[in-house]
């Protein structure tokens, strides 16, 4: 598969996109002997198969249901392709654009280096598309769970989740797990499990895609409840030298060696927690309490819709779930247009074990903030956590439960 296929009739968009783009490019729309453009779909598509582009152009100057329907049986048939549509702004039509699958849209009068930008997103896309539609062939089908923690905003909670969820399941699932640090600049997920470890991220980092188990395995450092760690590189500056490409290879070897692989990554949506979230299985999206963090999170959401990573379950976890800062429950699920999973109540023995090194769920697995970590933990297991099951499943209610309670009364 390569470059840009140009799905238009319009010979002055065509230069265009030679200022803008250097690779391959081909395809055309024909215009018939009187100059009307033929809307010949199944000929585009035969023409698009043939050359197996990564990116399909669409527009500018062809009719609306024609552009559409060209990019919904993309969408259906060859899914790793990405369309960008090329037509003037319009709201009804950006909706009905994405729901055909479009990834991106383009003014026909967008400068040069945007029509570049937009181009060079969405060749990242296909690429990213395309690894996680068709997984290296040496790798035998496995079904683990791969779970990726994500939060548009800093400091939400997604280590003291991953950290917690993971001890919870290896304690009842010994040497299943595995957590990979993917914030590959800042990772804390070692200082949080106080492991030393003598090998991290950066020792994968001339693999490419072509991670090979044992090379992997090696590179993993053991937590004595029985889960595993690929901890992040010790400096910053280290993880330049990772690519997406490894990050792939190294997640596809430990979903075949793993039941359960957690990937813990930075805030927001860089290429790395892009590559991950295409790999996941399952997303866990934390949320805190407060109008800045809903309101990310809805836009979050709306763009891992726009993306195409549709087809993760997700789960939806309140942090600090108790915390009184003027927002009801039902407020935010329905700014974010989910229904809370789990609510994880503020403790201060959060930071507190992670300052420590000895995660809540082993230091007080009994106080209610341990509780739900177990009660997330059972969500992806396949039998109960903990000693107290029962509690454990009333916890996200009783949290949401007593947060009501405390707003009536003020
Ligand atoms: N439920 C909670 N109650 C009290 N403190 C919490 C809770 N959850 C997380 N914290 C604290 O908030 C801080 C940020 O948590 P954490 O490091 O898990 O967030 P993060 O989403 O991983 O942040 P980053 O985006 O920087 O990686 C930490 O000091 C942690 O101990
Ligand atoms: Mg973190």
């Known amino acids: 598969m390569t470059g840009l296929f140009l799905a238009t009739a319009d010979t002055e968009w065509r230069a265009r996109i030679r200022e803008a783009y250097q690779g391959d490019i081909t395809g055309e729309i024909r215009r018939a002997p009187d100059g009307l453009i033929e809307y010949d779909q199944e000929a585009t598509l035969r023409e698009i198969k043939e050359a197996q582009p990564r990116v399909v152009m669409i527009g500018p100057g062809l009719a609306e249901n024609f552009a559409l329907g060209l990019a919904k049986r993309l969408d259906n048939e060859n899914p790793e392709i990405c369309a960008v549509l090329v037509t003037a702004y319009e709201q009804t039509l950006f909706q009905n654009a994405l729901r055909a699958g479009v990834r991106d849209i383009l003014s026909p009068d967008a400068s040069t280096e945007e029509i570049s930008e937009v181009i060079d997103r969405a060749l990242d896309t296909a690429v990213r598309r395309s690894n996680s539609l068709n997984p290296p062939s040496n790798l035998p089908a496995r079904k683990s769970r791969v779970i990726a923690v994500v939060s548009p905003k800093g400091g939400a909670g997604k280590t003291a989740i991953a950290t917690n969820m993971g001890v919870g399941m290896a ?9 990979m640090d993917l914030d590959v600049r800042f990772g804390d997920v070692g200082h949080a499990l106080r492991l030393l470890p003598d090998r991290t991220l950066t020792d994968l980092g001339h693999l490419g895609a ?3 188990t044992t090379t992997v395995k090696a590179t993993l450092t053991p937590h004595p409840s029985g889960l ?11 993880a330049d030298d990772i690519s997406n490409e490894t990050i792939a290879g190294v997640i596809r070897v430990l979903s075949q060696e793993f039941d359960y692989v957690i990937l813990d990554t930075p805030a927001g949506l860089d290429e790395t927690t892009l590559t991950a979230m295409e790999l996941a299985t399952d997303l866990i999206l934390v949320c805190g309490t407060d109008v800045a963090s809903t309101r990310s999170m809805r836009k979050e959401i709306e763009a891992f819709d726009i993306i195409g990573l549709t087809t993760q379950r997700r789960y939806f976890v309140l942090n600090r779930a108790d915390a009184r800062v003027g927002l009801e429950i039902r407020d935010i699920e329905g700014t974010v247009g989910m229904e809370v999973d789990v609510a994880i109540p503020s403790s201060r023995s959060v930071p507190l074990s992670m300052n420590q090194g000895s995660p809540i769920l082993e230091s007080a697995p009994r106080s209610p903030v341990a509780r739900a970590y177990g009660e997330l933990a059972n969500l992806f297991l396949r039998g109960p956590v903990a000693a107290a099951p029962s509690e454990q499943a009333q916890t996200t209610e009783a949290t949401i439960t007593r947060f009501r309670r405390r707003k009536e009364t003020r």
């Open 210 to 212: 072509d991670a090979d």
């Open 171 to 179: 304690k009842q699932e010994p040497g299943s797990v595995v957590i």
């Open 228 to 238: 595993f760690v690929l901890c992040a590189p010790n400096t910053p500056g280290d």
